[in-house]
C-alpha cells in the first residue's frame, strides 16, 4: 500500500498537530477575547479602589473642617474652591481667632489626580426682607445691620410679584442697577464688601405692591454649609459610573455619591 505525500498531510492540518489557519485565528481571537475580558475586569477593580480610597480621604477632610471650625468658630475659607486654606499657617483674614494651620502639608489630589473640591455656601445674616413700592414715591428704603467685616454676597430673589425698576446701594455704593431687574432674571446673587456696621438702601421703580426679597450672606455665619469631595475618574463635575461625584456635605453622618 502506497504512503502518502507528507506535504499533502500537512496540507490537510493531520500531521505533528499543526493547525489550519482558521484554527490559528480563532485561538487567536480567543485569546485577544479572554485579554479584554481580563483588562476590563483589572481595571474595573483599579477604579473601585480609587472610590474607596477617595471616600475615606473625603470623611478624613469634612472630620478636619469640623474640627477647625470647633476651634476658630467658622469653616475655613473655601479659595479656589479647593482645600487650599488648610495649608496656611498664617490665618486666613478674618480667621485669626483659634487658627492652629497648617493643618495639612499640601493641597490634597484625589486618586485621579484632580484636588478635591471644596465649597462654601454662605449663611444669612440679614434678611430676607421684603422691599417693596407702595403707593406714590418711589421711595427709599434704609435698613442697618451688622457684620464682621470682609466679603459677603447680597441676594435679591424677583420670581413672584416681578419688580422691572430698582436700584439697590450698599454703604452708599449701588451693588445692584436698573437693568438687573428683568422678569427672566429671578434671582440676582453679586459679591460685596461689608463692614463692621452698614447701610442697605432699596428703592424700586416698578407697579405698586410689587415686591423683591433682599439677604445679604456671609462667611462668618454659624448657617455656612460646606460640600467637599471628588469628582471622579472624569475630573468633571456630574457624570455617572465611576465619573460621578463622590461628595461629603455638613451635618452628613455617613458619606454619599
Not at 477604579?47 to 474640627?67: D, P
Not at 481667632?97 to 454662605?122: A, E, M, N, S, V
Not at 426682607?129 to 457684620?147: K, M, S, V, Y
Not at 442697605?200 to 455665619?221: A, D, G, K, M, Q
Given at each position: 500500500?502506497?504512503?502518502?505525500?507528507?506535504?499533502?498531510?500537512?496540507?490537510?492540518?493531520?500531521?505533528?498537530?499543526?493547525?489550519?489557519?482558521?484554527?490559528?485565528?480563532?485561538?487567536?481571537?480567543?485569546?485577544?477575547?479572554?485579554?479584554?475580558?481580563?483588562?476590563?475586569?483589572?481595571?474595573?477593580?483599579?477604579?473601585?479602589?480609587?472610590?474607596?480610597?477617595?471616600?475615606?480621604?473625603?470623611?478624613?477632610?469634612?472630620?478636619?473642617?469640623?474640627?477647625?471650625?470647633?476651634?476658630?468658630?467658622?469653616?475655613?475659607?473655601?479659595?479656589?474652591?479647593?482645600?487650599?486654606?488648610?495649608?496656611?499657617?498664617?490665618?486666613?483674614?478674618?480667621?485669626?481667632?483659634g487658627w492652629h494651620g497648617p493643618y495639612l502639608d499640601k493641597i490634597p489630589i484625589d486618586p485621579w489626580g484632580t484636588p478635591y473640591f471644596y465649597r462654601l455656601t454662605y449663611g444669612v445674616i440679614f434678611g430676607p426682607e421684603i422691599c417693596q413700592r407702595f403707593g406714590g414715591g418711589p421711595f427709599d428704603q434704609?435698613?442697618?445691620?451688622?457684620?464682621?467685616?470682609?466679603?459677603?454676597?447680597?441676594?435679591?430673589?424677583?420670581?413672584?410679584?416681578?419688580?422691572?425698576?430698582?436700584?439697590?446701594?450698599?454703604?452708599?455704593?449701588?451693588?445692584?442697577?436698573?437693568?438687573?431687574?428683568?422678569?427672566?432674571?429671578?434671582?440676582?446673587?453679586?459679591?460685596?464688601?461689608?463692614?463692621?456696621?452698614?447701610?442697605?438702601?432699596?428703592?424700586?421703580?416698578?407697579?405698586?405692591?410689587?415686591?423683591?426679597?433682599?439677604?445679604?450672606?456671609?462667611?462668618?455665619?454659624?448657617?455656612?454649609?460646606?460640600?467637599?469631595?471628588?469628582?471622579?475618574?472624569?475630573?468633571?463635575?456630574?457624570?455617572?459610573?465611576?465619573?460621578?461625584?463622590?461628595?461629603?456635605?455638613?451635618?452628613?453622618?455617613?458619606?454619599?455619591?
Amino acid at each position: 500500500m502506497g504512503r502518502e505525500d507528507p506535504v499533502r498531510l500537512r496540507s490537510k492540518g493531520q500531521v505533528g498537530g499543526a493547525f489550519t489557519l482558521p484554527e490559528l485565528m480563532a485561538g487567536i481571537f480567543i485569546f485577544l477575547l479572554l485579554c479584554l475580558v481580563g483588562f476590563k475586569l483589572i481595571s474595573a477593580l483599579y477604579q473601585r479602589t480609587k472610590v474607596v480610597v477617595a471616600k475615606t480621604s473625603i470623611a478624613q477632610y469634612a472630620y478636619l473642617l469640623e474640627t477647625i471650625k470647633g476651634d476658630i468658630n467658622y469653616y475655613p475659607p473655601d479659595i479656589n474652591q479647593t482645600l487650599e486654606s488648610l495649608t496656611y499657617s498664617t490665618p486666613p483674614s478674618g480667621y485669626e481667632r483659634g487658627w492652629h494651620g497648617p493643618y495639612l502639608d499640601k493641597i490634597p489630589i484625589d486618586p485621579w489626580g484632580t484636588p478635591y473640591f471644596y465649597r462654601l455656601t454662605y449663611g444669612v445674616i440679614f434678611g430676607p426682607e421684603i422691599c417693596q413700592r407702595f403707593g406714590g414715591g418711589p421711595f427709599d428704603q434704609t435698613f442697618t445691620f451688622q457684620a464682621i467685616p470682609g466679603k459677603g454676597r447680597i441676594v435679591v430673589e424677583n420670581m413672584t410679584k416681578i419688580v422691572h425698576a430698582g436700584r439697590i446701594w450698599l454703604n452708599g455704593a449701588e451693588v445692584v442697577s436698573p437693568q438687573e431687574f428683568q422678569k427672566d432674571i429671578p434671582r440676582i446673587e453679586k459679591k460685596v464688601t461689608l463692614l463692621a456696621s452698614n447701610t442697605l438702601r432699596v428703592r424700586l421703580e416698578s407697579n405698586p405692591n410689587h415686591y423683591i426679597l433682599v439677604s445679604i450672606t456671609s462667611p462668618f455665619s454659624r448657617k455656612v454649609t460646606y460640600l467637599v469631595g471628588s469628582y471622579g475618574a472624569d475630573g468633571e463635575p456630574g457624570g455617572n459610573g465611576f465619573a460621578g461625584d463622590l461628595y461629603w456635605f455638613s451635618g452628613q453622618s455617613s458619606s454619599g455619591t
